[in-house]
Every structure is written in structure tokens, then in C-alpha cells.
């Protein structure tokens, strides 16, 4: 199950597979004074959310709760790279982590891990906002690692 999501800012408009990678792009749009409008279905399937984000951090629009608003992942890290079309598949937004559970059991997937916008926003900052850079290297084991203590994504989930 893909999840399509769309960005856009200004007049350009771009799309991501799941959302890690859709907040990702939007962290390397900005810094910028215009913000990005990032456009996803609840479980790529459900209501549409639409996420205002900007250097100050991210807003759901249509007076929507973000603090509620929770991103899905079924695979563990670990596992990504045996089927990545999947593991991006399975992450979504929710409109909260009650949404989550129940897509997990009525499409029979593993339940895993939620995490809040706050989180999912500083986790794709640090992880793409310099990916667009010749410069840019991908993050070694170590920083990863030191990154996901950092945002306390301790559980055996994110560091087996």
C-alpha cells in the first residue's frame, strides 16, 4: 500500500512514497519564508490531512489536532533494505495511534512503532535536510544510532 503524498510550496509541487520521505523533502525545502504543504490520506486510504511545515515546526490545517497525529512504521529498520518498496509502504500517517492499530489488524500488519509529528518532524530534519548537498553523506551506524537515542527511539523496534 502506497502512500502518495504531496508537497508543495509556492507554485512547485513534488510527491513522496511514505512519509518519512515526505516530511524529508519538505525539511530540504526549507529553510525558506514560504512553507510547505504536506498532503496525505490517514492510512493512504482515509481522511485527508493536510500539514502546514515551516521552519517553526508542523501544523495539521482545518483546526485539526497535530499533537494526536501519529506516523506508522510496521517494519523495523533492520529490515528496510530486504524489501524497501515495502517497508515505505507500510509508513503512514494516522490520524492517532487508536487509527493506526486498527488498519494494522483489518490489512494484517505488524503493528510496530508510532511516533509523534514532533518527533517524525525532527527525525526527517536531521535526516534529510541536507541530502539535497553535494556534500551530503548518508549517516553512519553510529550517528544513527545516536540520533534515535536522541529522540527516544529506544525500543528494540529501532535498535535491533
Not at 510547505?36 to 521552519?55: A, M, N, P, Q, W
Not at 506516523?71 to 509508513?91: E, L, N, R
Not at 545516536?146 to 529506544?154: C, P, R, S
Amino acid at each position: 500500500m502506497d502512500e502518495p503524498t504531496r508537497r508543495k510550496q509556492g507554485e512547485r509541487s513534488w510527491w513522496a512514497n511514505c512519509a518519512w520521505c515526505g516530511f524529508g523533502l519538505a525539511a530540504m525545502l526549507l529553510p525558506s519564508e514560504t512553507p510547505v504543504t504536506v498532503s496525505v490520506r490517514s492510512g493512504s486510504i482515509g481522511k485527508e490531512l493536510v500539514f502546514e511545515v515551516g521552519d517553526a515546526g508542523i501544523h495539521l490545517q482545518g483546526g485539526g489536532q497535530t499533537a494526536k497525529c501519529v506516523v506508522h512504521y510496521s517494519a523495523p529498520p533492520s529490515s528496510w533494505w530486504i524489501d524497501v518498496k515495502f517497508a515505505c509502504g507500510t509508513i503512514h500517517v494516522f490520524e492517532d495511534k487508536d487509527e493506526a492499530a486498527t488498519w494494522c489488524d483489518q490489512y494484517g500488519f505488524n503493528f510496530g512503532e508510532t511516533m509523534n509529528m514532533d518527533i517524525m518532524w525532527k527525525l526527517a530534519k536531521a535526516w534529510y535536510s541536507e541530502k539535497a548537498s553535494y556534500e551530503y553523506n548518508r549517516p553512519t551506524e553510529a550517528e544513527k544510532s545516536q540520533l534515535f537515542k536522541e529522540l527516544g527511539m529506544v525500543s528494540e523496534f529501532w535498535t535491533e
